[in-house]
Nanobody, 124 residues
Framework: QVQLVESGGGLVQPGGSLRLSCVASIRNFGSRAMGWFRQVPGKEREFVAA????????YYADSAKGRFTISRDNGKNTHYLQMNSLQPEDTALYYCAGRASAYTNQYSQYYDYWGRGTQVTVSA
């Protein structure tokens, strides 16, 4: 039974930091590309970051570059999103996702498994 569970969201002031975690009950975790997406009401789901299952390489949306870091711990079947310098525009429901493929992709339709989301709210 495949299950992805995000945690670590919350309310943070502008300029603050959060670290999101995603624990995946999934076979061959270490060989899968894993990612983070976010969504706000009225907008399509937006790619944030992904990490390869082939070589651990990281890919980021322009909005995330320089502020966010994706990482993984294959021994724990967990991947993370460290978010620094958060801004109100980062407010969204953040979803973790996994692929059958080892290769990163920015499009949500190429991800096979999803968590239910964790809310990040950036506000004073």
């Amino acid at each position: 039974q495949v299950q992805l569970v995000e945690s670590g969201g919350g309310l943070v002031q502008p300029g603050g930091s959060l670290r999101l975690s995603c624990v995946a009950s999934i076979r061959n975790f270490g060989s899968r590309a894993m990612g983070w997406f976010r969504q706000v009401p009225g907008k399509e789901r937006e790619f944030v970051a992904a990490i390869s299952g082939a070589d651990g390489s990281q890919y980021y949306a322009d909005s995330a570059k320089g502020r966010f870091t994706i990482s993984r711990d294959n021994g724990k079947n967990t991947h993370y999103l460290q978010m620094n310098s958060l801004q109100p525009e980062d407010t969204a429901l953040y979803y973790c996702a996994g692929r059958a493929s080892a290769y990163t992709n920015q499009y949500s339709q190429y991800y096979d498994y999803w968590g239910r989301g964790t809310q990040v709210t950036v506000s004073a």
